[in-house]
């Protein structure tokens, strides 16, 4: 039986300058950075969730055949990847804290049905939901 997920990748196209966006502007912590067989593990997590890893993924071998990495890696670069939701208690003060950081917003905080939320991209290109939800 599946009990929770554990660990979401999130494919980046420079490990070091993800890492870098992640830890310094998200205040996300590193929690694994190895090296297995050719293959640099690295993993992020936000501080107050232990449970939740983000492996930060170059498209490529041994994962993928070139041209699905290089499609890939087009996608990303365009912003056409819509990766996941953080949700924060005060969708605001966030926003402005990572404005502040340097994160690049798509959105500014509006109001949904679902709570008050605002977009952002990473570095690669990537795109996510800062959300505070409906009380």
């Keep these: 039986m599946i009990k929770q997920l554990s660990h979401m990748t999130i494919y980046v196209l420079d490990l070091d300058k993800a890492r870098d966006f992640d830890v310094d502007k998200l205040g996300f912590e590193v929690r694994m950075d190895a090296e297995m067989d050719g293959f640099r593990w690295l993993t992020v997590g936000p501080i107050d969730q232990l449970d939740?890893?983000?492996?930060?993924?170059?498209?490529?071998?041994?994962?993928?055949?070139?041209?699905?990495?290089?499609?890939?890696?087009?996608?990303?670069?365009?912003?056409?990847?819509?990766?996941?939701?953080?949700?924060?208690?005060?969708?605001?003060?966030?926003?402005?804290?990572?404005?502040?950081?340097?994160?690049?917003?798509?959105?500014?905080?509006?109001?949904?049905?679902?709570?008050?939320?605002?977009?952002?991209?990473?570095?690669?290109g990537n795109w996510f939901s800062l959300t505070q939800p409906a009380t």
Excluded: H, K, N, W
């Design 52 to 124: 939740v890893e983000f492996p930060l993924i170059v498209p490529g071998a041994p994962m993928m055949s070139d041209d699905a990495a290089e499609a890939l890696r087009g996608l990303i670069a365009q912003g056409a990847m819509g990766t996941g939701v953080f949700r924060t208690d005060d969708c605001q003060a966030t926003y402005s804290e990572l404005s502040a950081r340097g994160v690049t917003f798509l959105q500014a905080p509006e109001q949904r049905p679902y709570g008050l939320e605002a977009t952002f991209r990473d570095d690669s």
